[in-house]
C-alpha cells in the first residue's frame, strides 16, 4: 500500500505542478514577431545582429503592454507572409502597409503609423516634381513586392521602374548613378539623405497616398481569423497612445507624428 | 552449312518465373508512388487552373521567358568563345600563362554565380566616375550587361574546363600518328583531335547548359526580369503557390526539350562508333 500511495501522491504533486507551470505561462504570453530587418529606421538588422528600429521599439512596448514575452525572427520581405502563415511567427511588424490584397490573406490589425511616399533624386536631377510626366522616361528605382512598387508600376508607366530585393540595393544604384529617382516612404529616405551616401541626393515631392494601392497606413499582421491577438494588438496600442509610450518612442526617431491623421 | 544450321537449331529455353522478390515490390510501390504524385500534381493544376492568374501574368511569364533564353543563350556562346583561348592557355606549358588560365578558372568556379553577378553589378556600380572616364559606363550601367558579362565569364571557366579535359582525353597517339604523317600541328588540332574531343564534350557541354539556365534564375536579385523573378513578382501579388508550379513546368519543359536535341545530336556524331 505504502509503495503504490506514494506513487499516487508523487502524481498528483507532479500533475499540480504541470498545471502551476501551464497557468504561469498562460499569464506571460509567448510570441513571435516577424520582422525584415533592412528597412531603417523603422526595423533594421544592426552590424552586432541586434534589431532595431521604430517597428521593433513599438514591438517591444506593445509586448510589455500585453505582458507577452516576444521574440523577434528576421526573414526577408518577399517571403514575410508566407513564412507568418507557415507558423515561422506569430505576428508581423514590419511597416506593412494595410491593403486590401494582403487582407485576403491575413488579418491587420489597426494602423500603428502612417507616413506618405516622396521621391528621391540627386541634387542636380531636373526632375521637377513627382507625377507620371515629371518622371517619363527616367529610371525609377524601388523594393519589390510593396506598395511603393505597386504604385511605380501602376503610375510611371512612361518610365523604366526597376525592381530591387531590399532597400539598401536601390540606395547603391542610386548614389552609383544607375537611377534617375527612387520612390519609398518619405521616412525611410529621410533615413538615408542623413547618411554620408545620401549627401547626393534630396528630396523632389512627397506622393499624395493612394488609398487603393497605400492602403491605410501601416499595421500588424497576424494569420487570418486570429481576432484574438489582433484585439490585443490593438488595445497595446491604444494604451501605449494614450500613456505616452508611442510620443516617446515617436520623438526617438521623428520630429513629427508618424501616426498621421 | 544449311544442314549443321537445322542441326544445331536449339529451343529457346523458358523464361525462368520471376518472384516478387523485396527489391522488385519496393521498385513497384516507388513507381506507383510516383505516377501518383504525377498524377496528383496534374490534377492540381487543373483544379487550380485560373484564367484571370493566366491572362494577368502570362504575358509576363513569356516575357520572362524570352529574357531568360536571349540571357542564357548569348552568354554561353560568348562564353564558348571565351572558353577555347583559357583552354588553350590551360593546356599551355608556359607557367605563367598557365597560371593565370587556373586562377581565372578556379576563381569562377569556386565562388557561387550570385555573388559574381552581384559583385559585377553592385561592385562595379562603385566605380561608376572610373568608368565613365574611360567610357565604359554606358555598358556597365545596364543591368543586363552586367548580368551578360557576369555570367558569360562564369560558363566560359566551365567551358575552359570540360574544353581542357576533353581535349587531354584524346590519346597522345593520335598526335603522334599526325606528325609522322607531317600533318602541321594546327591543323591535327582542328581536324583531328578536335572532332574526336567533342564527343567526349558533348554531354558535359549539355549539362553545362542545363546549369547555366537554372543557375540564371538569380538573376532577378540585380533586377534582370526573367522568369524566376517574373515568377516571384506574381507571387508576391498572389501569394498563390501555382505561380512557382508554373516556373518549375516552364523550367522542365526547357529541360527535357534540350536533353532530347542532344539525344539526337549525340546519335549522328557518334553513328561511326554503332556497332
Redesign the interface.
Known sequence: MSFSTRFKLGLATAAIALAMGAAHAEDRMKLKIGTEGAYPPFNNLEADGTLTGFDVDIAKALCDEMKADCEFVTQDW?GI??ALQAGKFDAIIASMSITD?RK??VDFTNKYYNTPPAIVAPKDTDIKGVTKEDLAGKVI?VQ??TTHS?YAEATYTDSDV????TAD?YK??LV???LDAVNDDIIVLKEFLATPEGACCKVVGTIKPDPKIHGEGAGIAVRKGETELAEKFNKAIDAIRANGKYKEINDKYFDFDAYGG | MSMAADTTRVERPPAPPKPWTRTRIIGWLLVAFWALAGLGFVIYLYNAWNIDLVQKYGPRYWSGLKTTIVLVGLSLLAGALLSVPVALARLSRNPVVNGIAYAYVYFFRGTPLLAQAFLVY?GI??F?AELKAIGL?GFF?D?WNCAFFAFTLNTAAYQAEILRGAIQSVPKGQWEGADALGIRRWYTFLRIILPQALIVALRPYGNEIILMIKGSAIV??I?V?DLM?ET??A???T?DFQTYLWAAVIYLLIVETLRNIWDLIEKRLTRHLKR
Open positions: 518577399d507572409i508566407p490584397e485576403e490573406k528605382g519589390g513586392s505597386n526597376k525592381l530591387y530585393p540595393e547603391l544604384d552609383n548613378g544607375r | 553592385y556600380g562603385q561608376s559606363w550601367r543591368a532577378a536579385i533586377t526580369y523573378g516571384r513578382r507571387y508576391s501579388r501569394f
